[in-house]
Antibody
Framework: QLQLQESGPGLVKPSETLSLTCTVS??????????WGWIRQPPGKGLEWIGS???????YYNPSLKSRVTISVDTSKNQFSLKLSSVTAADTAVYYC????????????WGQGTLVTVSS | DIQMTQSPSSVSASVGDRVTITCRAS??????LAWYQQKPGKAPKLLIY???SLQSGVPSRFSGSGSGTDFTLTISSLQPEDFATYYC??????????FGPGTKVDIK
């Protein structure tokens, strides 16, 4: 059974960089059948797609966050990571990592999510 | 950018009711649409992909239809475990996606 687990600090100071890692177990991140994504959800609000990465390292970012986002992959560790720079309180959210099946372009496995609070 | 809208934003229903949620895309997305269910404190769960295909393990009371810009999710007979928030997601801009704002289904 595939599992995804987010990890990283739960509290980040304003203007600093948020860093999260997603560890994939029960399957290989290097499969050509999948992309891997980061999604966030501010408290009480809806879902926002942050960006996606392929095992080759190709990345795709939400235009609204592109200037601040970096997603990377480490196939040797079966992990992918998110960095979001210059954070503000508006970046406070539950952050999810997820697997995207190329066909039919749907997100079939999600991590449990991790709350990141931006506060001094 | 493709924008997604959903209606209604919330619906109150009783167990056994038929519930229909509508999702509209700002431009045609063929059948590149998925539906997700999210319960409080949990990650979203994939229900429907490619507009009308039922994800493995999802009860058959859930169904999806539509193409182009207009889509619907129907729950044929609402069960207690179905009270949740439902999101549509366009995949036309794969591998980037946009979600609708969500529809909350609660108990009447």
């Amino acid at each position: 059974q595939l599992q995804l687990q987010e990890s990283g600090p739960g509290l980040v100071k304003p203007s600093e960089t948020l860093s999260l890692t997603c560890t994939v177990s029960g399957g290989s991140i290097s499969s050509s059948s999948y992309y891997w994504g980061w999604i966030r959800q501010p408290p009480g609000k809806g879902l926002e797609w942050i960006g996606s990465i392929y095992y080759s390292g190709s990345t795709y970012y939400n235009p609204s966050l592109k200037s601040r986002v970096t997603i990377s992959v480490d196939t040797s560790k079966n992990q992918f990571s998110l960095k979001l720079s210059s954070v503000t309180a508006a970046d406070t959210a539950v952050y999810y990592c997820a697997r995207v099946v190329v066909v039919p372009a749907a997100t079939d496995y999600w991590g449990q999510g991790t709350l990141v609070t931006v506060s001094s | 950018d493709i924008q997604m809208t959903q209606s209604p934003s919330s619906v109150s229903a009783s167990v056994g009711d038929r519930v229909t949620i509508t999702c509209r895309a700002s431009q045609g997305i063929s059948s590149w649409l998925a539906w997700y269910q999210q319960k409080p404190g949990k990650a979203p769960k994939l229900l429907i992909y490619a507009a009308s295909s039922l994800q493995s393990g999802v009860p058959s009371r859930f169904s999806g239809s539509g193409s182009g810009t207009d889509f619907t999710l129907t729950i044929s007979s609402l069960q207690p475990e179905d009270f949740a928030t439902y999101y549509c997601q366009q995949a036309n801009s794969f591998p980037l996606f946009t979600f609708g704002p969500g529809t909350k289904v609660d108990i009447k």
